[in-house]
């Protein structure tokens, strides 16, 4: 397999790092990229996914992990009813997602899981004394019963994973020591962010996306731009009532 400087520099600016190898698929024996089109099937065998709707699909379910866990920890402890609404509406939003591309044939992506607590990380490269000819790297499957994740992308997927748990510990660790209306104001503040963030992906995703991956793009898309709206609207709202301008 080899991929060109180009392609690598093209992804590298539109893409986020755990999608960066979308387009580094392995060939098969006949020269073709697996999910291209025109690839041959066996007659009754369903086509394999896009190429790169495995990288997406597992993109978008880290983030949205991320957000369910962050909003589920914190909705107990707001003041404003309004921000626990949200909070409330933000993960049943991302539940909808998840049940969507569930539909597709996607799930949360499983991550290869050390058997002992010494053994190696998955983003861990293999010890050279545990290295063997012909060993092949454990996939990680986004997908049941499809192709798993090319292996290029494996390592930075498991990254992705690895950062989403960081976020949410410290998210946590900074979220615990507010209360009251900074607390509030805090939370709506790092909502704002993130769907702002989150648009950026989801409008770069959908050039990426088969015919089948945009309409999950496109209706998170409009919550989001709904979300950015009530978020802008209710970080006014707190201000009012802190009598600030």
Not at 85 to 94: G, M, N, P, S, V
Not at 189 to 198: C, M, N, R, S, W
């Amino acid at each position: 397999m080899s991929v060109s400087r180009r392609s690598i520099l093209l992804a590298g600016a539109t893409l986020p790092l755990s999608a960066l190898l979308a387009h580094a698929q392995t060939t098969d024996s006949t020269g073709q990229t697996p999910g291209a089109t025109g690839q041959a099937t066996t007659p009754g065998q369903a086509p394999p996914p896009p190429a790169e709707d495995p990288l997406l699909a597992a993109c978008v379910l880290i983030g949205g992990r991320k957000q369910i866990e962050n909003c589920s920890y914190i909705k107990g402890k707001l003041t404003s009813d309004d921000a626990k609404k949200f909070a409330q509406a933000e993960i049943d939003e991302h539940e909808q997602i998840k049940a969507q591309l569930k539909k597709l044939g996607y799930e949360y992506p499983v991550m290869p899981v050390p058997a002992r607590p010494n053994d190696p990380r998955p983003t861990d490269p293999p010890r050279p004394e545990e290295r063997k000819d012909g060993d092949a790297p454990k996939p990680v499957v986004v997908a049941s019963g499809r192709t798993p994740l090319p292996q290029e992308a494996v390592v930075l997927v498991a990254v992705d994973h690895e950062v989403g748990d960081q976020c949410i510990l410290n998210y946590r660790k900074e979220m615990d020591q507010l209360q009251g209306v900074k607390l509030d104001k805090r939370f709506v503040g790092h909502q704002l962010d993130e769907h702002l963030a989150l648009k950026d992906k989801v409008e770069t995703f959908r050039r990426h996306a088969s015919t089948d991956m945009k309409p999950v793009l496109d209706d998170g898309l409009k919550v989001i731009n709904t979300h950015i709206t009530t978020l802008k609207d209710l970080m006014d709202r707190l201000d009012t009532a802190r009598g600030e301008k």
